[in-house]
């Protein structure tokens, strides 16, 4: 069994943020010898507490890989992951599992609702398969966050798939998970519904303190985050605090044009 790793707190800063999940030096790689690919190469990053984080980069800079590793749903070929004060590289299978489902929630692209059931009974599946009773108030609030009182009775084929979102959303946030990821949560949504649902998971940092990781390609999106991180070729090579969706579309456009010229 594998114990929790205490990790020292920085001290004297006063103004320093908490961290909810932190890597360290951590390589992902794929293959051996002349087909080895590295995904993830030495990276170093802290996740802030009740904020709201995006990671951005081209097509194989290892966005994707990087959130995978963070929530413990990837291995890493070296280095360290800490969710909080637990490192979560080397748990065993059940014990990751349990992690997971108890300290983690999750936003994908596609919205992953079960079609035999209504909306809030997707939104407490999660609990009732882990057999937790939901804090009534905590639902009823995150329910009033992501404005979906009127539907709840509906199933998933009476929604929009915006409404859908949505429902995915208020399933992560039902179980107060320490963070969330979401992998580009908002890639099967016309730009109104993204707006929704991004207005949503902004909200929920700001009133409900809870902390969001989020993988975009989409300036707008990322205009939404606190901070966004840039990746390229494995590495963290750029970050951008209080983004505007035109100011990250021109680092965006930076990162071309170095890409082509190198």
Not at 89 to 97: I, N, P, R, S
Not at 118 to 142: C, F, H, S, Y
Request: aromatic share 4%; hydrophobic share 40%; glycine share 10%.
């Amino acid at each position: 069994m594998t114990s929790a790793v205490t990790i020292p707190r920085h001290g004297g800063t006063g103004g320093r943020t908490a961290v909810a999940a932190r890597a360290r030096q951590v390589v992902k790689a794929y293959g051996t010898g002349e087909t080895r690919v590295v995904a993830l190469d030495h990276v170093d990053v802290d996740i802030a507490r009740g904020q709201f984080t995006a990671i951005m980069g081209p097509s194989g800079s290892g966005k994707s890989t990087l959130m995978h590793c963070l929530a413990g749903l990837d291995t890493v070929t070296g280095g360290q992951i800490y969710l909080d004060e637990t490192e979560i590289t080397g748990l065993k299978d059940k014990k990751l599992t349990q992690l997971r489902r108890d300290r983690i929630g999750f936003i994908f692209q596609a919205f992953n609702l079960l079609p035999t059931l209504n909306a809030i009974e997707n939104i407490t599946l999660p609990m009732d398969i882990a057999g937790r009773k939901p804090d009534k108030q905590w639902l009823a609030r995150v329910v009033e966050t992501v404005g979906l009182a009127d539907r709840l009775r509906h199933r998933p084929t009476q929604l929009s798939g915006g409404q859908q979102q949505r429902v995915a959303v208020a399933r992560a946030l039902a179980a107060r998970p320490e963070i969330i990821f979401g992998d580009e949560p908002t890639g099967n949504l016309d730009s109104r519904a993204g707006a929704e649902v991004l207005g949503f998971l902004r909200r929920s940092v700001d009133e409900l303190g809870q902390t969001i990781v989020m993988v975009t390609h989409d300036p707008v999106a990322a205009s939404y985050a606190d901070r966004v991180l840039y990746l390229a070729d494995g590495r963290i090579v750029d970050e951008m605090h209080k983004p505007t969706a035109e100011a990250v579309l021109d680092r965006m456009k930076d990162f071309d044009a170095r890409g082509r010229t190198s």
